[in-house]
Structures are given as structure tokens and as C-alpha cells.
């Protein structure tokens, strides 16, 4: 019996994506002198050897034990069609001022704000406490290390200074721009600066109670496949889709960066074995097509995706789904979908660039603590204008609202699992070895993971492929 491993170095060598299926049948033919005729009469155009290409193969559908209980999915918001373009200057001020509206309104449920302009009239404030109410318009630091904010809201602006010496300062420190806060303190003497005593985010309550699904169900959560690049991981991901066929999984979700894309970054064109994003897709819509047809497959879009970079994104267009099955539901990024009435926030993530640039001590091998940091700003990305573009409609599609059960990102290939007051955060990991970008990063990616969560339970276990 030849070995995966061998056969697909045999095709790499040539400059060849194999697909699972075709490993599959070579091994098990255990003829090596068929890969020198599959080389041999394969078209000069080909990038992907596919079932299609071998005279004789009939593609096979695997369909493993089917579980107990229908597949149950309804998207809730970010199905085909939701996201649209950004017509005018005025979606700006409408999705901002839906966003202060909606986190504001959280955050008065546990105290009450005095508009700005209030505080700054009324001498009162100097010697009493108030509270207040805003998005942060902007942060630094000053001179003597002490945290500085503009603090707004719809009546006026007004900096506030967090003092490095009091309780609790390490949260101010991570107050990013376009957040929502609240702010308890006192005005200076002057009456032109707010000197804050504690800070207040929208923040998901400690009497969270996650819903569990009252029906058996099991989902597995992945992200960041890549297929098409030079890294990917075609004999991992043979065992990933070997070990589904026999398994009792009813859901594949797919946080997004599905394909390596065309054009993402300088020099990508030297790192791929797939350099058309159509033949990307076919693979992609392939290896699904190989998987347990009663597996609900749903699918969102990253960065290196062929859709708009600003988020929220829309799905991927169906003039790239043709070989995709019909069990495969596409989303846009993001997408709040339930399973069996489970509530899973799909997010690509590539919002953690901007936090570990502005978190004091945020790191990418910490995927689970940025998370953490969305959910207490009920935001799946902050600040407008960083790395993470934002497309500004009426609404803030940007919001944790619902919450979760379990929010599930993907984008820094680095696998991360916690618990936050109820809701459980994945980050996936990836499907693709260190990249020569990462190495230059010194990041070392976990590939080949897979999360299986039980829908009774909401227990995660991280399934090794590698």
C-alpha cells in the first residue's frame, strides 16, 4: 500500500494539488507506476488533480453514520444578501450612533449617566459623583503614564483622566478608540477634566445562563483551511474527513479563509500550488463534496476570501460554489447561526490585528484572551480606521447582540479555548504549516485542530489531526 505522505510529495513535486479522494485511491491501488500515468496524461492546464482525471474512477460520496437528530440550523442574521455597500457619508453617523444607543443602553441597566454637557455645566460634579455615558473618540497616555481618553456622547465631549495609581487601572489601559464605556468619577476644580474612579463596559452578565440543546447534536468548528496554498495540509486533513464519516456529527462550521485567495499579500504567487481563486474553489467545493452528505455544512468568509475586505463581508459568490454540495450553507462574516437552538457567533477574527496592537501584553498565541476582550465590549472589532476595515451601514452588524453560546473566530492560526461568564470562545487554529510570514513573526501556528462540541452539553473537546 503506497503511503499518503509519498503521494502527495510525488504531486507537489510537480507543482500539483491532489485531492483527497485520488490519495485515497492511489493508496489503495498500491501501484506506484499510476502516478506516472496520472502525470503523464493529466491536461498541461490542470493545477488540481481531481477523481475527474483518472480514467475508470467513480467519485465517491461519503456518507458516515447519520446521528440521532436532523440537522437543525436557521441563520439568524448574516444569511446571503444582508450586507450592502456603504451609500452615503450618513451611514456613517447612523452606524456609530446605533452602536452608542445599543451598548449605551446595556450599560445604563447598571448605572445611571448624566449627559456630558450636564456634567460640565453643573459646578455640582466637582465635589459630587457622577457618572457618565460615551464612546471613546480618542486614547493616549501621558507624561507621567496616566491613561487619557475623549469621552462623547450626543450632547458633548469631555476628557477623562484614569490615574495609574488606582484600583483597577489595567482595564483602563486597554480601553480601545469607538468603544462604549461608562465612567464613575468627579470633575477637576477647573471643571474641564473628568478624573474617573471606575470604568463600566456593556460586558456580558455574570447571570448568563447558556441555552443547551434538548435533542443529542455535535458540531465540529473549524477555520483557516487555505486551500490552494503550499502549506496547506491535504494528508491531515484526509484523516479529518476519514474520522467524520464514521462519526455522529451533525454540523461543519467554517470561520472563514477557506481558500489561500489570489493577490492577499507581496509574493503570494510564490507560495501557491493553486494560482487561479476558480480552481481554489473547485478543490475547496470538492473536499466538501467528499464529506458525510448529512453533515450541515455552513460556511463564512475571511481576508483572504474572494469577497470585499470590510466587514461586515458578504458570502462568497455563487459563481465560485459550482462544486460545492447542497448541504453547504454560505454566511457572511459575520453570522449569528443556532444549531438545534444553540447560538454560535461566527466570526473570521481578523479584528485580534488590531487588539494585540493596542492591548498592552495582548499577544496572537493568546487567541482566547482577545476574545474574552470582545465579549466585554460586546464588539467583534472596535476601532474604526485600524487594520480591520469597516463597512458603515445603519446598523452596527459589528455587535455581540444576542449573546452567544459559543462565539467561534478563526484568522490567527493559533488554536485558543476559555470560558467567558457563560459564553465558550474557539478559536480554531488552522489547516495550514508556518507560513514564511509567520516565521518572520516567530508565530507558530497549531494546525490541524478541530473542536467538537457537544450541543447537550456545550462540552468542547480538541480533536489532533496533525
Not at 487619557?148 to 480601545?176: C, H, Q, W, Y
Amino acid at each position: 500500500m503506497l503511503d499518503a505522505a509519498s503521494i502527495v510529495r510525488r504531486f507537489l513535486d510537480t507543482k500539483l494539488q491532489v485531492h483527497p479522494d485520488v490519495v485515497r485511491y492511489l493508496s489503495e491501488k498500491g501501484d506506484p507506476s499510476l502516478i506516472d500515468q496520472i502525470l503523464g496524461d493529466i491536461p498541461p492546464d490542470a493545477v488540481v488533480v481531481s477523481p475527474r482525471h483518472i480514467p475508470g474512477m467513480v467519485p465517491t460520496v461519503r456518507d458516515g453514520a447519520r446521528f440521532l437528530t436532523d440537522p437543525q440550523v436557521e441563520v439568524v442574521w448574516g444569511s446571503a444578501g444582508s450586507t450592502g455597500g456603504v451609500s452615503s457619508l450618513e451611514n456613517y453617523s447612523r452606524f456609530f450612533r446605533h452602536r452608542y444607543d445599543t451598548l449605551g443602553g446595556i450599560i445604563r441597566g447598571r448605572m445611571n449617566g448624566i449627559p456630558i454637557e450636564a456634567v460640565l455645566k453643573n459646578s455640582r460634579y466637582r465635589q459630587e459623583e457622577a457618572s457618565i455615558i460615551g464612546m471613546v473618540a480618542e486614547v493616549r497616555t501621558s507624561a507621567k503614564g496616566h491613561r487619557m481618553i475623549d469621552l462623547e456622547d450626543t450632547t458633548g465631549t469631555i476628557p477623562v483622566l484614569f490615574n495609574k495609581n488606582r484600583e483597577g487601572f489595567s482595564e483602563a489601559e486597554k480601553i480601545l478608540p469607538d468603544e462604549v464605556i461608562g465612567v464613575r468619577g468627579k470633575l477637576s476644580q477647573e471643571g474641564k477634566l473628568f478624573f474617573a474612579e471606575s470604568l463600566v463596559r456593556p460586558d456580558i452578565p455574570n447571570s448568563n445562563a447558556p441555552f443547551t440543546s434538548h435533542e443529542p447534536g455535535k458540531a465540529v468548528l473549524i477555520s483557516d483551511i487555505h486551500v490552494g496554498s503550499n502549506t496547506f495540509l491535504p494528508e491531515a486533513w484526509e484523516r479529518f474527513a476519514a474520522w467524520l464519516e464514521g462519526s455522529d456529527v451533525s454540523y461543519l462550521l467554517i470561520a472563514g479563509d477557506a481558500v489561500d485567495g489570489i493577490g492577499i499579500y507581496p509574493g503570494q504567487e510564490s507560495e501557491l500550488v493553486i494560482p487561479n481563486i476558480f480552481d481554489q474553489y473547485d478543490m475547496l467545493g470538492d473536499m466538501m463534496s467528499a464529506l458525510p452528505s448529512h453533515i450541515r455544512i455552513i460556511l463564512g468568509p475571511g481576508n483572504h476570501d474572494v469577497v470585499r475586505g470590510a466587514e461586515p463581508q458578504p458570502c462568497i459568490p455563487e459563481q465560485f460554489r459550482s462544486h460545492f454540495p447542497h448541504n453547504c450553507t454560505f454566511v457572511e462574516n459575520p453570522a449569528f447561526v443556532r444549531l438545534q437552538g444553540v447560538g454560535v457567533l461566527m466570526y473570521h477574527g481578523r479584528s485580534i490585528d488590531d487588539m494585540v496592537a493596542s492591548i498592552q501584553g495582548a499577544s496572537y498565541e493568546r487567541a482566547g484572551d482577545m476574545m474574552e476582550e470582545m465579549a466585554k465590549r460586546r464588539l467583534l472589532a472596535a476601532s474604526y480606521g485600524k487594520r480591520t476595515p469597516i463597512a458603515a451601514h445603519e446598523q452596527d452588524r459589528l455587535l455581540i447582540d444576542p449573546i452567544p453560546e459559543v462565539l467561534h473566530t478563526g484568522h490567527v492560526h493559533v488554536m485558543g479555548l476559555t470560558s467567558y461568564r457563560g459564553v465558550l470562545c474557539i478559536n480554531a487554529g488552522t489547516w495550514q504549516s508556518q507560513t514564511a510570514f509567520q516565521k518572520q513573526m516567530n508565530l507558530v501556528p497549531t494546525p490541524a485542530r478541530a473542536v467538537l462540541l457537544d450541543l447537550q452539553t456545550l462540552r468542547p473537546e480538541v480533536l489532533d489531526f496533525s
